[in-house]
């Protein structure tokens, strides 16, 4: 079956350390998203790609840097400038084209805890 | 630009009541309209969509009818279970090159 891949599901980071998270889609899809959700709060979008190799920051990527070398994976890199990195992060991919905007298939997350 | 607006929670029932979730937009054109649900410790699942005025997307028992006129999208249930406790997020997207407007979500605890 298609779908999209986060890992790991818990990841912990100590302070000051780079973390990298996961997140493959086998659905060829052309557009990933990275959104981070705090407790009891909406999504914020932290970066998107649209195409491979193009990528683009989105409302809160301050902290954060991303790559697209391959359709398939887009990950996220929580880096030491990030202050506050504890969040739950979902990946999400859609087709960018067409005539019928479809929606976003999303991955189950990564609970990221700094310790 | 575009936007969503949901309805504030929580919003608690007791099993079998009526779920109403208020979701109104603001865009140009005809975009696509969606509702997510995300149940605790998960990822958003696509429950239903429209992509044109009056059509009526429907999924697990839950409705909401794409009205242009008042540039809705409500969410109803009519007998709600415990299972049903989640977060509902309305979206909505121009075209295909667009990216997907969430509104803030709306988490719904139903108690037996």
């Known amino acids: 079956d298609g779908g999209i891949t986060q890992s790991p599901k818990y990841l912990f980071r100590k302070e000051g350390q780079n973390v990298t998270l996961s997140c493959e889609q086998n659905?060829?899809?052309?557009?990933m998203y990275w959104y981070r959700q705090d407790p009891g709060q909406g999504l914020r979008l932290i970066y998107y790609?649209?195409?491979?190799?193009?990528?683009q920051k989105g409302d809160i990527a301050e902290g954060y840097s991303v790559s697209r070398e391959k359709k398939e994976s887009f990950p996220l890199t929580v880096t030491s400038a990030q202050k506050n990195p504890t969040a739950f992060y979902l990946c999400?991919?859609?087709?960018?084209?067409?005539?019928?905007?479809?929606?976003?298939?999303f991955g189950s997350g990564t609970r990221l805890t700094v310790v | 630009g575009n936007s969503v607006t949901q309805m504030e929670g929580p919003v608690t029932l007791s099993e079998e009541a009526f779920l109403t979730i208020n979701c109104t937009y603001t865009?140009?054109?005809?975009?696509?309209l969606f509702w997510y649900v995300q149940y605790p410790g998960e990822g958003l699942q696509l429950l239903l969509k429209a992509t044109k005025a009056d059509d009526k997307g429907s999924n697990k028992g839950f409705e909401a009818t794409y009205r242009k006129e008042t540039t809705s999208f409500h969410l109803e249930k009519g007998s709600v279970q415990v299972s049903d406790s989640a977060v509902y997020f309305c979206?909505?997207?121009?075209?295909?090159?667009?990216?997907?407007?969430f509104g803030g979500g709306t988490r719904v605890l139903v108690k037996p």
């Open positions: 790609s649209q195409i491979v190799n193009d990528f």
């Open positions: 865009a140009t054109g005809y975009p696509s």
């Open positions: 659905l060829n899809h052309d557009a």
């Open positions: 979206a909505l997207r121009r075209a295909a090159g667009n990216k997907l407007t």
């Open positions: 999400a991919s859609s087709i960018h084209s067409g005539e019928q905007p479809g929606g976003y298939t």
